[in-house]
């Protein structure tokens, strides 16, 4: 009661003065007061996750606090269990509009495990059914014998892998600079990028089984449903990390995603089950001694 008496006798002495209460706060923080200001802002930071980005960090880091040369520290990006697994492929097979991907289903707990063995089952599916493909098509012509093409695994390999980590490692380093110039841009994490893209790939699974069919319209019809829903979780997840930077250059990052993500899906369908061994006539030589020689080409 004494505070309130002195309070009472300032305020008697000099009326103008201002007095502070407890329950209110002395000031508004910056970051409230921007928000404030921008209404429009909060709809991004929902779409782009940075709410609770500060959290997620420490808790990245707190997860990841074994040093990087020990079995401990890779270990954290496999623990993931079955459910987080099928709910993030579920949710890259049906994107939902206007929702965040890397917010929905991976910042919480990014993963190699899913990526890893996505894009190890979808390495044997093209390889297995580009060789099944080939094989229908020659079935039942006395001049062809089937060999296994072997090197199509290498081959189909080397393509996946290298596009599921090159492309985010560029990627990354892409949103990291742009970020250095426009303070605005929100980047995402390499590995949580390496997530997006592995997920995505999923859809080409089933797309490859189906591709053994042999009808050119059947094949090209799946490769653009493939690419329309795949090609959906790319543009809803980086469109809003590029949105507030130059407009020509979020448009060309956004279209280069696209871009290498068709060329992916075409260039396998292309290679692997486009262009068989064809059937050669078998050229007959003559021999010296009057008979006719009669080799096989495939």
């Known amino acids: 009661f004494a505070e309130f008496d002195d309070a009472a006798n ?70 993931v269990d079955t459910y987080q697994v099928l709910d993030r492929i579920k949710g890259s097979v049906f994107p939902v509009p206007g929702k965040n991907f890397v917010r929905l289903y991976i910042r919480s707990n990014p993963d190699l495990y899913g990526p890893f063995w996505i894009c190890a089952t979808l390495v044997f599916t093209i390889a297995v059914s580009g060789n099944l493909s080939n094989f229908f098509i020659h079935l039942g012509k006395p001049t062809y014998h089937y060999v296994p093409e072997f090197r199509k695994v290498s081959i189909a390999a080397t393509t996946i ?55 050119q319209v059947v094949r090209w019809v799946l490769v653009v449903f493939s690419l329309c829903l795949s090609g959906s979780v790319l543009v809803m997840t980086f469109w809003p990390a590029v949105r507030d930077d130059n407009r020509r250059i979020a448009v060309a990052t956004v279209a280069t995603i696209l871009l290498l993500h068709a060329l992916l899906a075409v260039g396998c369908l292309a290679y692997f089950f486009d262009a068989p061994e064809l059937d050669i006539p078998a050229p007959i030589i003559p021999a010296h001694n009057g008979t006719t020689v009669v080799t096989k080409s495939h």
């Not at 928000?35 to 707190?62: F, H, M, Y």
């Not at 980047?187 to 797309?207: A, H, K, M, Q, R």
Request: with cysteine.
């Open 10 to 79: 300032l305020l008697a002495a000099n009326p103008d003065a201002t007095t502070i209460s407890i329950d209110e706060p002395v000031e508004i923080p910056k970051n409230q007061h921007s928000r404030l200001q921008e209404p429009g802002r909060e709809e991004d930071d929902e779409l782009l996750g940075t709410d609770d980005s500060d959290k997620t960090e420490l808790l990245a880091g707190q997860k990841k606090s074994a040093p990087f040369w020990t079995f401990d520290y890779y270990q954290t990006f496999f623990d």
């Open 161 to 215: 892998y290298a596009y599921a980590w090159l492309v985010p490692l560029a990627l990354w380093g892409f949103l990291m600079w742009r970020n250095s110039k426009v303070m605005n841009i929100v980047s995402y994490s390499f590995l949580e990028i390496v997530c997006v893209y592995g997920y995505s790939l999923f859809i080409y699974i089933p797309t490859a089984i189906l591709w053994i069919i042999p009808q």
